[in-house]
């Protein structure tokens, strides 16, 4: 029961497709050169064309798909459709070498013997691929009634093949093997249709069986479960007139001739249903080929059937000769092919593909799952997964090249193996790559040239979902960055003016009411008052104006801490102070990292220019090891050892320790002015 890739019979397969073709081939050879296949009247036993074309039929038809079961495969259904497509080749081989012996005279014996096994070699693989194969084609090993149901079929196809093997044809060449008029010959007989009948109701329960696993399984093996079904029933509905109907009733001819090509449909369909059954999706490299071989088989069937109801309808329903019939029946048929095998190759290409069997109707299922999907980060994922399942592939990957660097991933994520298990494609907007599209086979395959073709179509349209992914988060992030901007200017004016402005002000009043008090009794102090007032508040001016050059500027709302500080610089030109800076960060640096460079770069300057009393400052920005750095060096006074940390001093080490850096105030490198060090990871 083992399935696994690569697990199969490849010199067995290659043994079953040579042999069944060679035998089935031969057979036709041998009719074509020879000429020895007359009417079925003609001879002395049973040799009716039609019979001796479906064994040929079937022999070419369940060869490939046996070899393709045995190669990839080491499931028991393999060697059941090696045992129909031998058998059937086999005995196509028998009637003309029956046949050819016939007319050539060879020993009555051997042509008795090829005679029978015209009507045995066909037997034991028909029956059992009836009766016992559909209760193998599940995962896992089959259960308890499983199990018995195929013991029983077994048992059965061995009773019917071997009365086969024993009967005696009427006026026929001898059976060498004959048991008919014997006892053991009439029990045998009786057996023979006790087993037919079973045979017969163990495919109809097969048929419930395998309905009833459908409605369990997911789309693609309940398609195939599905048409094995129908090509069961069919099978069994096509095989009980043949059966049990007399050869010399009324209408036997007609309704030979009519159930045979039913019958030859249902034992095309059949091995499709078995291969998609047994390999799954393992069917690169042929899936085209079976896809196209399936419809040739179905719409020859279906020709031949149509024809000869048709010609038979016309006969007897228009006052016209045969030949006649036969024109309007061609002429019908021609109309009718077209349509007939656009709307096979559908149903077909359904089976084998699924429902997403061409880009319109995959695009049209994408869009119906994507708008069940929502808006925003879930779009993409949801259109990578949903083309993943629609195709049948390993894995699908979206990889963005421009930043913001997304990406998409379902099922596998890298390859093990073979190059051509993977395929990438570009994706482009407006002439713009902006990423990559990689596709992955499932383990053991290749990608196909049609999955490759179908992808080509939409890459599009996961183009254009890529780009506006980008735009979202691209969207998000500003947004992201102008609230956590905004927080920040606020926390900055909350903490000014708490500190310094609010109780300078309230200072101020509190002097201006002394003033008034003694303007009366003390001119000379209330005067002096007054002007210590006017200076406190010019000091408070300057601090408004300082203040609102180091407000966070409009720059990092785009996330541009380069262009964010060369605004601080030019906030200072007026000043006398001279800043020099020098940013080299990382592109990837977040928002919250650039706001706390700003903000202790514009407190060092701030700091050097209003109490180090400073000319020059140089400002630098880099990236270290694992994050990144500043330093804002000054030549002003320096560091007094013995002053107490101030509120800017506190603030920087605060925005330091938020992110888990270091902060480090020092005298600058010639040991003049200052150097103030913070390293963010």
């Known amino acids: 029961?083992?399935?696994?890739?690569?697990?199969?019979?490849?010199?067995?397969?290659?043994?079953?497709?040579?042999?069944?073709?060679?035998?089935?081939?031969?057979?036709?050879?041998?009719?074509?050169?020879?000429?020895?296949?007359?009417?079925?009247?003609?001879?002395?036993?049973?040799?009716?064309?039609?019979?001796?074309?479906?064994?040929?039929?079937?022999?070419?038809?369940?060869?490939?798909?046996?070899?393709?079961?045995?190669?990839?495969?080491?499931?028991?259904?393999?060697?059941?459709?090696?045992?129909?497509?031998?058998?059937?080749?086999?005995?196509?081989?028998?009637?003309?070498l029956a046949l050819l012996g016939v007319e050539r005279q060879w020993p009555e014996p051997a042509v008795g013997f090829l005679a029978q096994m015209f009507t045995v070699f066909w037997v034991p693989g028909a029956f059992l691929a009836a009766s016992v194969m559909?209760?193998?084609?599940?995962?896992?090993?089959?259960?308890?009634?499983?199990?018995?149901?195929?013991?029983?079929?077994?048992?059965?196809?061995?009773?019917?093949?071997?009365?086969?093997?024993?009967?005696?044809?009427?006026?026929?060449?001898?059976?060498?093997?004959?048991?008919?008029?014997?006892?053991?010959?009439?029990?045998?007989?009786v057996l023979h249709w006790i087993a037919v009948t079973g045979l017969v109701l163990l495919a109809v329960a097969a048929v419930r069986d395998l309905a009833v696993r459908a409605r369990q399984e997911t789309a693609q093996v309940r398609r195939a479960l599905r048409t094995l079904a129908t090509a069961l029933a069919v099978l069994v509905a096509a095989f009980v007139p043949l059966a049990f109907w007399p050869q010399d009733a009324a209408g036997y001819e007609l309704m030979t001739i009519l159930v045979i090509p039913v019958l030859f449909a249902a034992q095309v369909m059949m091995p499709l249903a078995i291969v998609l059954l047994v390999l799954r999706s393992r069917l690169w490299g042929v899936d085209l080929a079976v896809s196209?071989?399936?419809?040739?088989?179905?719409?020859?069937?279906?020709?031949?059937?149509?024809?000869?109801?048709?010609?038979?309808?016309?006969?007897?329903?228009?006052?016209?000769?045969?030949?006649?019939?036969?024109?309007?029946?061609?002429?019908?048929?021609?109309?009718?092919?077209?349509?007939?095998?656009?709307?096979?190759?559908?149903?077909?290409?359904?089976?084998?593909?699924?429902?997403?069997?061409?880009?319109?109707?995959?695009?049209?299922?994408?869009?119906?799952?994507?708008?069940?999907?929502?808006?925003?980060?879930?779009?993409?994922?949801?259109?990578?997964?949903?083309?993943?399942?629609?195709?049948?592939?390993?894995?699908?990957?979206?990889?963005?090249?421009?930043?913001?660097?997304?990406e998409a991933r379902s099922g596998l994520a890298q390859d093990e193996g073979r190059q051509d298990t993977h395929v990438e494609l570009p994706l482009v907007v407006d002439r713009r790559e902006i990423g990559t599209l990689v596709l992955r086979a499932t383990p053991g395959q290749r990608l196909d040239l049609r999955t490759i073709r179908v992808v080509r179509h939409l890459s599009d349209v996961i183009a254009v979902s890529l780009d506006l992914a980008q735009a979202n988060q691209r969207l998000r992030a500003a947004s992201q960055r102008l609230g956590e901007v905004r927080h920040e200017e606020r926390r900055l004016l909350r903490r000014e003016l708490h500190d310094g402005l609010g109780p300078s002000l309230a200072g101020v009043g509190l002097?201006?009411?002394?003033?008034?008090?003694?303007?009366?009794?003390?001119?000379?102090g209330t005067l002096h008052l007054l002007t210590e007032l006017e200076a406190e508040l010019s000091r408070r001016t300057?601090?408004?104006?300082?203040?609102?050059?180091?407000?966070?500027?409009?720059?990092?709302?785009?996330?541009?801490?380069?262009?964010?500080?060369?605004?601080?610089?030019?906030?200072?030109?007026?000043?006398?102070?001279?800043?020099?800076?020098?940013?080299?960060?990382?592109?990837?640096?977040?928002?919250?990292?650039?706001?706390a460079i700003y903000h202790v770069a514009a407190e060092a300057v701030l700091n050097a220019y209003r109490h180090a009393g400073a000319a020059r400052v140089e400002l630098t920005v880099a990236a270290v090891d694992d994050g990144v750095s500043l330093d804002v060096v000054d030549d002003g006074l320096g560091v007094d050892p013995d002053a107490r940390p101030g509120v800017g001093l506190q603030s920087m080490r605060e925005r330091a320790d938020e992110l888990g850096g270091t902060l480090t105030i020092r005298p600058g490198p010639t040991g003049r002015g200052t150097q103030v060090k913070m390293v963010l990871p």
């Not at 009773?159 to 048991?179: E, I, S």
């Not at 002097?511 to 000379?524: C, E, F, M, Y």
């Open 542 to 595: 300057d601090d408004v104006r300082l203040l609102a050059r180091s407000l966070l500027p409009a720059q990092l709302d785009d996330g541009d801490l380069a262009a964010a500080l060369e605004v601080l610089t030019e906030r200072f030109e007026g000043s006398g102070l001279r800043i020099d800076a020098h940013v080299a960060a990382p592109e990837d640096l977040d928002i919250r990292h650039q706001i």
């Open 134 to 189: 559909p209760w193998f084609l599940r995962e896992g090993p089959p259960g308890t009634w499983a199990r018995r149901a195929a013991y029983v079929g077994t048992g059965l196809a061995v009773v019917t093949t071997v009365q086969r093997a024993g009967f005696q044809q009427p006026d026929a060449p001898a059976n060498p093997l004959a048991l008919s008029g014997t006892t053991t010959g009439d029990v045998l007989w």
């Open 292 to 406: 196209r071989a399936t419809v040739w088989a179905l719409l020859t069937s279906a020709v031949v059937a149509i024809y000869v109801l048709l010609v038979w309808a016309v006969g007897r329903l228009l006052p016209v000769d045969d030949e006649v019939a036969g024109l309007l029946a061609a002429a019908s048929l021609a109309l009718a092919v077209q349509p007939l095998r656009t709307w096979l190759q559908r149903q077909v290409d359904r089976i084998v593909y699924g429902d997403d069997s061409d880009p319109v109707s995959l695009l049209a299922r994408l869009g119906e799952q994507l708008r069940g999907s929502g808006q925003g980060d879930g779009t993409l994922p949801a259109l990578v997964d949903s083309l993943r399942h629609g195709l049948r592939l390993g894995g699908v990957e979206v990889l963005a090249h421009e930043p913001p660097h997304i």
């Open 1 to 96: 029961m083992d399935q696994r890739p690569g697990g199969g019979h490849p010199v067995a397969a290659v043994a079953v497709w040579v042999v069944a073709w060679a035998l089935s081939l031969t057979a036709l050879g041998i009719q074509l050169v020879a000429g020895v296949l007359p009417a079925g009247d003609e001879v002395g036993f049973f040799a009716d064309p039609i019979y001796f074309a479906l064994d040929i039929a079937m022999g070419l038809v369940f060869a490939p798909a046996a070899a393709l079961l045995l190669a990839r495969s080491r499931h028991v259904v393999g060697w059941i459709a090696a045992l129909v497509s031998l058998g059937f080749a086999a005995s196509a081989m028998a009637l003309a």
């Open 511 to 524: 002097g201006l009411a002394a003033a008034r008090s003694k303007l009366a009794h003390d001119v000379p």
